[in-house]
């Protein structure tokens, strides 16, 4: 009874009146499935009513739930998180490996059409701009000097003859310095 008049007071225009009153009064006396129906589309005040209460499933999160929640996402990234970082790692040295094995396919067109290897003054870049000394370029070999850079972002290395191959192309690693292990190791197309 109090809340009715509470809301009556402070919602004056949807107070319900004495009309209303004794329709919902004649409503109870329907059948009761068509008297639910009725009422529920007629009768503004009492699903005001209801809307000010909550049901439990319509309450939000307590502080220990949400406190649990954090606890269990800390945990998770304290365990994933290394995990996804060492996979990220390895896969530039993969990504650095397949590059070099492309820069070497340059080269070897650059071979063939010039007869020879690119010299240490030429470099790389002769793949991807015609050296003077080269009448027989028929290059672009490599479609710009993007694809001369590791995923460190460092220009890949070229030795003709190489140690393992006849022309070696590679990257020193994340650490820009000859031998190294993991990710600072050195990669080529061997």
Do not use: C
């Amino acid at each position: 009874m109090f809340g009715e008049w509470l809301y009556a007071k402070h919602h004056p225009h949807l107070a319900p009146t004495k009309a209303r009153q004794e329709a919902d009064l004649s409503l109870r006396n329907l059948p009761p499935s068509r008297g639910k129906d009725v009422r529920r589309r007629n009768s503004r005040f009492s699903v005001a009513v209801r809307r000010g209460t909550k049901s439990p499933t319509e309450r939000g999160f307590t502080l220990l739930e949400l406190l649990v929640v954090l606890a269990i996402l800390g945990l998770l990234a304290a365990i994933v998180g290394p995990q996804v970082i060492r996979y990220l790692g390895s896969s530039k040295s993969q990504t650095a490996a397949v590059q070099a094995k492309n820069v070497a396919a340059a080269l070897n067109l650059f071979r063939l059409d010039a007869g020879r290897y690119p010299t240490a003054e030429e470099g790389l870049k002769a793949l991807v701009k015609a050296p003077a000394a080269v009448p027989l370029w028929n290059g672009p070999y490599l479609p710009d000097e993007t694809a001369l850079a590791d995923p460190w972002g460092k220009a890949y290395l070229m030795r003709a003859p190489g140690e393992h191959r006849e022309v070696d192309v590679y990257s020193l690693g994340s650490d820009g310095a000859a031998g190294g292990s993991g990710e600072a190791r050195d990669v080529g197309n061997w």
